[in-house]
């Protein structure tokens, strides 16, 4: 197996688009459009993160940084790929990204029926702060986590304060 990880492409816009329906948003209305996917990838303040084996791609992940904090919009690996790290070296790009942009916190919503992502997330250092009720187009409720990148009066001990890519995956930089 040969992954790699890199910045997402316009022509990847309609598989990620596809695997978000099929992955995050299956019985909900669809929001993660190519539109939508289009308008993460071309925004400065965000960064969509690929990985492929070859030329298939096999996970993605969507963040936007904001001045102290970053949020994860999305984040999936293809089934055949899951528990290979592939989505821990995504998230440990996103992390090492806002870490350096000098960003206190990442956060994101979950499905609350979503217990893999909830297992995956929390062995990430991520901790469930709250819990938003009909969060999805009404029709689920949302779990809320977090993890703290740097320590604050608020927050003495941060969660969270190793992470990165695992050097079996090679990064690559296209655009
Ligand atoms: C959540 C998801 C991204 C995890 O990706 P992944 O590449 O399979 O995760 P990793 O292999 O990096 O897992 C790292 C660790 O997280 C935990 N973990 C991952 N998937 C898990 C699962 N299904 N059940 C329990 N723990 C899990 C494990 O501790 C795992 O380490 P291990 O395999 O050595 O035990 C993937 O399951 C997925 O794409 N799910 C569908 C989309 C989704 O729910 N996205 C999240 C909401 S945006």
Known sequence: MSIRLGLARRGDMSAIAAMSRELIERGLPWTWTECQIARCIFDPDSV???????????????AEFWDDHARINLL???????????????L??????????????IHLEVRASN???????????FI?????MG?????????????????????????????????????????
Request: with cysteine; proline share 4%.
């Open 115 to 125: 217990s893999n992502a909830r297992d995956f997330y929390r062995k990430q250092c």
């Open 76 to 90: 999936a690996v293809r089934p055949a790929y899951q528990r290979q790290g592939v989505g821990r070296d995504l």
């Open 135 to 175: 969060y999805y187009a009404g029709q689920e409720d949302a779990v809320c986590l977090a993890c703290y990148l740097k320590a604050t009066l608020d927050n003495p001990e941060p969660v969270h304060a190793r992470h990165g890519v695992d050097s079996r995956f090679t990064p690559f930089l296209e655009h």
């Open 48 to 62: 969509v993160l690929v990985a492929r084996d070859g030329r298939l791609l096999i996970g993605f992940a969507a």
């Open 128 to 132: 469930e702060t709250g819990f938003r």
């Open 92 to 105: 440990g790009w996103i992390k090492s990204s806002a870490q350096i942009a000098g960003a206190l916190f």
